[in-house]
């Protein structure tokens, strides 16, 4: 059967990312139609964010009992497997997308079930279980479709059945040992994740750990794998891969073979844009060229965000480019916006150049705002770093023997912080502060008066304004 519906927004993808498109156009007096071809929620939802980081809370949880005396004595067994898995399945809703459906319900937005593909300017069409309906939008195309895994010609690994991270989040039995192939965060998260729940874990990287995190951050993170009893090959490149019906074998250019039984790859992620029809509008498949409220340059009538964007591959940042997209169409619709919108107005995304948090859950963990020393200078800024180990009476009280490391990048000629760094234990909490006094350019003179609460890790602020000079 073939149907054809006219609507004023068609978004494609329904994960965290085009949820909230939809739901921001809807708001503001739109219809949207909401295309989904899996499971409402997306990535994040069921095979990313939430099952990683549930995987990995119950060993936090439990070394940080560890790290207090008197709350040490009361921890005699170890983590309970079962236990941790029917956690992450309650985070996964059991792969069961019936209250998001609901949400989607709820919010006004239309969902169709179905594979979308582009045919012409403003046109879509669904492949659904009961035929083709053929969307027209009177206003704008959104792809939210998200990303795919990266995967690299490594001799070998063509043809086998090894994990990729939906694999590994959504697994039901702790395998004995397991080779990690790639050191990002995806990588590092799930190598911390299964030490902990008792695999034998070797990572293999061919460049050095979560290479775009400073240094000493990223030292604090190795230590902690490695006490977890993770080997690591960094820097190394992989020369081949085998299976033999049991385990996998994979050979390292210094002949060194890791032996496993199970490998998960883990390689970096590209946007999802394959099998859209963009060719046939004369648009390439690699990534998009985009303005700051998402929209094609070349096709005003068409917008990318999230990981199909391609700019800055997190939920927060994609949800942000969602609601910033969905304000611009609007503005446009009514007449109210014409062309780019300046930055840092309603319409411009522009947190994602200067102002990403990200965090990297691991124990500990490193938060990190805005840019990294190395990529300010790369801009042409004239910065200055301040940094210290993270040594406050909040951070001794936290846990016994805490170790952590905290860094502010100065714009010297603004004198306003443009990157902050933390690593250590529980760090992520302290993250948002640091976000606030980036995206709202707070000079530090008036940051000199934003007193953290004694004793909590947030003293390291004020150690940092200190050894910066105020
Ligand atoms: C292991 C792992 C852990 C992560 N942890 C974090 C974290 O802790 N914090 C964080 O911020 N980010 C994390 N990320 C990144 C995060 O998962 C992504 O940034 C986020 O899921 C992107 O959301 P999205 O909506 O753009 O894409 P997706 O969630 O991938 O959604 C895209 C949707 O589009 C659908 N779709 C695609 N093509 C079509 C089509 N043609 N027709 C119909 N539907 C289609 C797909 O089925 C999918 O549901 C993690 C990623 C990984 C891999
Ligand atoms: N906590 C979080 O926010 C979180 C967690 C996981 C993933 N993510 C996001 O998901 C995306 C994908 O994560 P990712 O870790 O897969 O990607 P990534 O790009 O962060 O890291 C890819 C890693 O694979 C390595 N690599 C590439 N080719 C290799 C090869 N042939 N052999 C060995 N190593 C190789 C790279 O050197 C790099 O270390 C990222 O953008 C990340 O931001 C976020």
Same mark, same amino acid.
């Given at each position: 059967?073939?149907?054809?519906?006219?609507?004023?927004?068609?978004?494609?993808?329904?994960?965290?990312?085009?949820?909230?498109?939809?739901?921001?156009?809807?708001?503001?007096?739109?219809?949207?139609?909401?295309?989904?071809?899996?499971?409402?929620?997306?990535?994040?939802?069921?095979?990313?964010?939430?099952?990683?980081?549930?995987?990995?809370?119950?060993?936090?949880?439990?070394?940080?009992?560890?790290?207090?005396?008197?709350?040490?004595?009361?921890?005699?067994?170890?983590?309970?497997?079962?236990?941790?898995?029917?956690?992450?399945?309650?985070?996964?809703?059991?792969?069961?997308?019936?209250?998001?459906? =609901?949400?989607?319900?709820?919010?006004?937005?239309?969902?169709?079930?179905?594979?979308?593909?582009?045919?012409?300017?403003?046109?879509?069409?669904?492949?659904? =279980?009961?035929?083709?309906?053929?969307?027209?939008?009177?206003?704008?195309?959104?792809?939210?479709?998200?990303?795919?895994?990266?995967?690299?010609?490594?001799?070998?690994?063509?043809?086998?059945?090894?994990?990729?991270?939906?694999?590994?989040?959504?697994?039901?039995?702790?395998?004995?040992?397991?080779?990690?192939?790639?050191?990002?965060?995806?990588?590092?998260?799930?190598?911390?994740?299964?030490?902990?729940?008792?695999?034998?874990?070797?990572?293999?990287?061919?460049?050095?750990?979560?290479?775009?995190?400073?240094?000493?951050?990223?030292?604090?993170?190795?230590?902690?794998?490695?006490?977890?009893?993770?080997?690591?090959?960094?820097?190394?490149?992989?020369?081949?891969?085998?299976?033999?019906?049991?385990?996998?074998?994979?050979?390292?250019?210094?002949?060194?073979?890791?032996?496993?039984?199970?490998?998960?790859?883990?390689?970096?992620?590209?946007?999802?844009?394959?099998?859209?029809?963009?060719?046939?509008?004369?648009?390439?498949?690699?990534?998009?060229?985009? =303005?700051?409220?998402?929209?094609?340059?070349?096709?005003?009538?068409?917008?990318?965000?999230?990981?199909?964007?391609?700019?800055?591959?997190?939920?927060?940042? !994609?949800?942000?480019?969602?609601?910033?997209? !969905?304000?611009?169409?609007?503005?446009?619709?009514?007449?109210?916006?014409?062309?780019?919108?300046?930055?840092?107005?309603?319409?411009?995304?522009?947190?994602?150049?200067?102002?990403?948090?990200?965090?990297?859950?691991?124990?500990?963990?490193?938060?990190?705002?805005?840019?990294?020393?190395?990529?300010?200078?790369?801009?042409?800024?004239?910065?200055?770093?301040?940094?210290?180990?993270?040594?406050?009476?909040?951070?001794?009280?936290?846990?016994?023997?805490?170790?952590?490391?905290?860094?502010?990048?100065?714009?010297? =000629?603004?004198?306003?912080?443009?990157?902050?760094?933390?690593?250590?234990?529980?760090?992520?909490?302290?993250?948002?502060?640091?976000?606030?006094?980036?995206?709202?350019?707070?000079?530090?003179?008036?940051?000199?008066?934003?007193?953290?609460?004694?004793?909590?890790?947030?003293?390291?602020?004020?150690?940092?304004?200190?050894?910066? !000079?105020?």
């Amino acid at each position: 059967m073939s149907t054809e519906q006219s609507t004023d927004v068609v978004v494609i993808g329904a994960g965290a990312v085009g949820e909230n498109a939809a739901a921001r156009v809807v708001r503001g007096g739109l219809s949207a139609v909401l295309v989904e071809s899996e499971l409402v929620g997306g990535e994040c939802s069921y095979w990313a964010c939430m099952p990683s980081k549930a995987l990995l809370r119950s060993g936090t949880a439990l070394h940080a009992a560890r790290s207090v005396a008197g709350a040490r004595e009361a921890v005699t067994g170890a983590l309970d497997t079962q236990e941790v898995l029917a956690r992450r399945d309650s985070f996964t809703s059991h792969w069961d997308d019936s209250s998001q459906v =609901d949400w989607v319900n709820a919010t006004g937005i239309t969902l169709l079930r179905g594979t979308a593909r582009l045919t012409g300017e403003r046109r879509v069409e669904v492949t659904t =279980d009961d035929g083709v309906t053929t969307l027209t939008a009177r206003h704008a195309v959104v792809l939210a479709t998200g990303s795919v895994p990266s995967v690299p010609p490594i001799g070998g690994l063509e043809g086998l059945t090894y994990w990729g991270t939906r694999e590994a989040t959504s697994v039901k039995e702790i395998p004995e040992s397991l080779t990690v192939l790639g050191g990002g965060v995806a990588g590092t998260e799930l190598a911390q994740a299964y030490a902990r729940l008792g695999s034998k874990v070797t990572l293999v990287a061919r460049s050095a750990l979560l290479g775009s995190y400073p240094e000493p951050a990223v030292r604090l993170v190795q230590q902690g794998l490695e006490h977890d009893g993770v080997t690591l090959h960094l820097n190394t490149t992989t020369e081949s891969v085998a299976y033999d019906g049991g385990r996998f074998r994979v050979t390292l250019a210094s002949d060194t073979v890791v032996e496993s039984e199970k490998l998960l790859v883990a390689t970096g992620r590209r946007p999802a844009l394959a099998g859209l029809g963009l060719e046939g509008l004369g648009l390439e498949t690699r990534q998009l060229d985009t =303005d700051e409220s998402g929209q094609v340059v070349t096709h005003p009538w068409l917008y990318a965000v999230g990981d199909a964007a391609g700019k800055v591959l997190l939920t927060h940042q !994609g949800k942000y480019e969602a609601r910033i997209m !969905g304000d611009a169409v609007i503005a446009r619709a009514n007449g109210t916006l014409n062309g780019s919108p300046p930055k840092w107005s309603a319409f411009a995304a522009t947190a994602d150049v200067y102002a990403v948090p990200q965090v990297v859950f691991t124990d500990p963990e490193i938060a990190m705002a805005g840019r990294t020393l190395e990529a300010a200078r790369k801009d042409g800024l004239n910065v200055s770093e301040t940094s210290l180990e993270l040594a406050v009476a909040g951070s001794s009280l936290h846990a016994d023997g805490y170790e952590g490391w905290a860094q502010m990048v100065v714009d010297e =000629d603004r004198k306003v912080l443009v990157g902050v760094t933390f690593a250590g234990p529980d760090v992520a909490e302290l993250l948002h502060a640091a976000t606030i006094a980036i995206a709202g350019e707070v000079p530090l003179e008036r940051l000199w008066h934003a007193v953290p609460a004694y004793p909590t890790i947030s003293e390291v602020w004020l150690r940092l304004l200190e050894k910066y !000079g105020l």
